[in-house]
């Protein structure tokens, strides 16, 4: 199982960022699919869930700027972020759960003027 996010950067205040996670080794489209992010300091926490079925869930925190979204032909799922806050500020993760949970490399996301 790979899991590579990527799409990470320094963006303002108010400003969005699209990350991807491009999936290989697993049957793609029959799982439901995580992002995660740990905070400096803190816990890593669940942002949102897809399944195979496009049914996306979110953290109260994130609910109504974050969308996740999956292309099953690209094997890759989504996160669009938009009105970002500085405590958004964090290393973003896509996981998989196959009998256990499996992580990608994250993604540093930093929220910042």
């Known amino acids: 199982v790979q899991l590579q996010a990527s799409g990470g950067g320094l963006v303002q205040p108010g400003g969005s960022l699209r990350l991807s996670c491009k999936a290989s080794?697993?049957?793609?489209?029959?799982?439901?699919m995580d992002w995660y992010r740990q905070a400096p300091g803190k816990q890593r926490e669940l942002v949102g869930s897809?399944?195979?079925?496009?049914?996306?869930n979110y953290v109260d925190s994130v609910k109504g700027r974050f969308t996740i979204s999956r292309d099953n032909a690209r094997r890759t799922m989504y996160l669009q972020m938009n009105s970002l806050k500085p405590e958004d500020t964090a290393v973003y993760y896509c996981?998989?759960?196959?009998?256990?949970?499996?992580w990608g490399r994250g993604t540093l996301v930093t929220v910042s003027s």
């Open positions: 897809i399944s195979s079925g496009g049914n996306a």
């Open positions: 080794g697993i049957n793609f489209a029959i799982n439901t």
């Open positions: 996981s998989v759960t196959l009998g256990r949970l499996f």
